[in-house]
């Protein structure tokens, strides 16, 4: 690997403004300023628990509700991330984490193949954490695999705590993702024998 797998993208329309900067290999750093409290708190677990670096800035139409600003920012990061893995060469391309807290289990699967999808089974017991619609979790991440055009399975074991469950899932996709993008030296080329991830 010898380029930085980093990527700046943004996003303006008549309902959100956004500008992201994704770094594949980096510290764990978040800095976040989203008009969503909750996602944020979700994104900086993200950013910790993948070991990645992340910027946002997210501004849009909150008054009528979060859906808007999250599903957008589930764009952005897809596209951000998809430019950062670039040729995807010598990198794993697959991961999956099972993740406890506390009374929930969650596993998370990704496939960086270049063939999108998202597959979810869970059922989350309360609509609303605070002001956040807990319907926007499945819209995020599922504009998220598509942009990226990642296979992505997140399945619910057992849980009765909403957060908990919430939060697992992103602490599990991190995870996940992280090892999906690891540089394996014994891979050569591309992890396909298509010979192409795109």
Known sequence: MTEERKAQRSRKTRETDIEL???????????????????QHMLELFTK???????????GDVEVDDHHLTEDIGIVLGQALREAVGDKYGMKRYGSMTLPMDETLVTVAVDLGDRPHLE???ELPKDRLGTFDTENVHEFFWKLAVEARMN???????????????EAMFKAFARALDEATQI???????PSTKGSLS
């Open 152 to 166: 992505l399975h997140i399945v619910l074991h057992h849980g009765h705590n909403t957060h908990h469950i919430v």
């Open 184 to 190: 394996d030296p014994r891979v050569q080329g591309v």
């Open 120 to 122: 979810w089974r869970a």
């Open 49 to 59: 628990h993948g070991l990645f670096d992340l910027q946002v800035k997210g501004y």
């Open 21 to 39: 900067t994704f770094a594949v290999d980096g510290q764990g750093t978040a800095d976040l300023d989203v008009q969503v409290p909750f996602l």
